[in-house]
């Protein structure tokens, strides 16, 4: 069963804009949820992560994300996007243990 | 302080052929843990390792093994290769795991082509 989903393959935002990628999970209980970015032929790079506490999470990079718990939801943001942003973005559940990643979403910021 | 450490960064094989690859975790970091990256099947799991013990292990055939060594550092060793084993091999370590939500820190990945 799918534990977290990214619903958009590609999100296209111009420089200066806010970003928005989303991100839902399916897992019970309380959560703990991972934002990972990956630039090309890199590894993954560790962003924020919700445990519990304070439902906006802000993290590296100028990057926050935001849990609903009624919406199963952990969305990650930016209020100004950089071309730099560009990336593959990766939401992450734990369960049974372990890292259970979505499918990924590939920004695209443009100047 | 130094992040995780995987050699090599990139390697070729052929088919039928074994491959070892390494990591060495961030210091202080007891828990190592290894996921593939495909384009088709994106990142999975393979196992985990904590104190030289696999405490756990993904969905992969027996050809995927592992070991972890005294001071943390952890190999993983394909044999038999076969095309579909191409892809980006992750290491992962943290102190202690998923446990409690610490945070898990990737390497740069090795790129494992299968010739």
């Known amino acids: 069963a799918q534990s977290v989903a990214q619903p958009e393959d590609q999100v296209n935002v111009a420089e200066g804009n806010p970003l928005t990628v989303k991100c839902t999970y399916s897992v019970s209980g309380n959560p703990y949820l991972f934002w990972y970015v990956q630039y090309p032929n890199r590894g993954l790079q560790f962003l924020l992560k919700?445990?519990?506490?304070?439902?906006l999470v802000k993290g590296s990079y100028g990057f926050e994300a935001e849990f609903n718990k009624s919406q199963t939801s952990f969305h990650l943001k930016k209020p100004s996007a950089l071309v730099s942003d560009s990336a593959l973005y990766f939401c992450?559940?734990?369960?049974?243990?372990?890292?259970?990643f979505g499918t990924g979403t590939r920004l695209q910021v443009f100047p | 302080k130094a992040g995780v450490t995987q050699t090599p960064r990139y390697l070729i094989k052929t088919r039928g052929q074994q491959v070892t690859l390494s990591c060495s975790p961030i210091?202080?970091?007891?828990?190592v843990s290894w996921y593939q990256q495909t384009p088709g099947q994106g990142l999975q799991f393979l196992f985990e390792y904590f104190s030289e013990t696999q405490r756990n292990k993904g969905n992969f055939p027996g050809r995927f093994s592992g070991r972890q060594f005294s001071n943390s550092r952890s190999e993983m060793n394909v044999s038999t290769l076969e095309l579909g084993d191409s892809a980006l091999y992750l290491c992962?370590?943290?102190?202690?795991?998923?446990?409690?939500?610490?945070?898990?820190?990737f390497g740069e990945g090795s790129w494992l082509t299968v010739v």
């Open positions: 210091s202080g970091h007891r828990s």
């Open positions: 992450a559940v734990i369960r049974t243990d372990k890292l259970i």
């Open positions: 919700y445990i519990t506490g304070d439902n």
């Open positions: 992962a370590s943290s102190l202690a795991g998923t446990l409690s939500g610490n945070t898990i820190y």
